[in-house]
């Protein structure tokens, strides 16, 4: 009867460990299902971000090449190679240094910026290798360098300046503040006369009590929330840190 038992005890076991197994196997392939849910958010708001960069930012993008960004980013492709002083740029993180290059006179920086997003959220998910069956496939270290990447880059694209102390990107600036950065550069006087007669000003299109812009913020937090997800289902939830350790472990800069 003890060894009837026994075996009853260890059979049970047995069946125990292979639903275990059955669902952890069950659960990873349902992350890796999460996973592409999460690039594809990823991808809609990049490219709803690229919308409003180039209309916030007209002379910062190639007219030529914008429909072939777009096509690239909707049918997660890494095809297109951008130049730079006549070479062609390599790595993510080379396109990312020239978005944020100091120099005034860098051309279509709103493409180099979301290029280097687009080529660092496809290597991430490792969308050149197909749809990937469990989390197991993917790399904990990998997408907590994801968060880092996007944390700081959201930062430097609502604070960095060139040399002549204009911002890089125009994103979270009302129009009459855009307007007054360049009058002052161009050296006039600030005083309350000044500000009265700023065009969006005088015509009551803007007032200096107006909110600044949040929608671009916004489209980045998404995009955010959604690696951070990817990464909590890998079992590597990012700690939050502040900007200057952030910024320490991100090559571009």
């Excluded at 006087?189 to 005088?202: A, D, F």
Aim: charged share 25%; glycine share 4%.
């Amino acid at each position: 009867m003890f060894r009837l038992c026994i075996l009853a005890l260890f059979l049970l076991s047995g069946c125990t460990n292979t639903n275990q197994e059955k669902i952890g196997e069950v659960l990873q392939s349902h992350g890796a299902t999460s996973l592409h849910y999460d690039y594809k958010k990823i991808i809609e708001n990049l490219i709803a971000y690229k919308e409003k960069l180039d209309l916030r930012n007209p002379s910062g993008y190639s007219k030529e090449s914008q429909n072939y960004i777009f096509n690239e980013m909707r049918t997660s492709k890494n095809t297109i190679r951008m130049k730079f002083n006549g070479v062609y740029l390599k790595t993510y993180d080379d396109y990312l240094r020239i978005a944020f290059d100091k120099n005034s006179n860098v051309p279509d920086r709103n493409d180099f910026l979301i290029l280097g997003l687009y080529k660092l959220i496809w290597e991430s998910y490792k969308v050149g290798e197909g749809h990937q069956i469990t989390t197991l496939a993917y790399d904990q270290e990998v997408f907590k360098k994801l968060y880092y990447y996007l944390e700081v880059i959201k930062w430097k694209v609502k604070t960095a300046k060139d040399k002549n102390d204009n911002y890089l990107f125009l994103t979270w600036q009302n129009n009459w503040q855009v307007e007054w950065n360049n009058k002052i550069h161009a050296g006039e006087q600030p005083s309350w006369e000044m500000i009265q007669n700023l065009s969006t000003i005088r015509n009551h299109k803007e007032s200096i009590l107006d909110p600044s812009n949040f929608n671009f913020e916004i489209i980045l937090s998404q995009i955010i929330f959604h690696a951070k997800n990817s990464a909590r289902l890998i079992g590597k939830e990012p700690v939050d840190i502040g900007i200057d350790a952030m910024i320490s472990l991100v090559l571009f800069l």
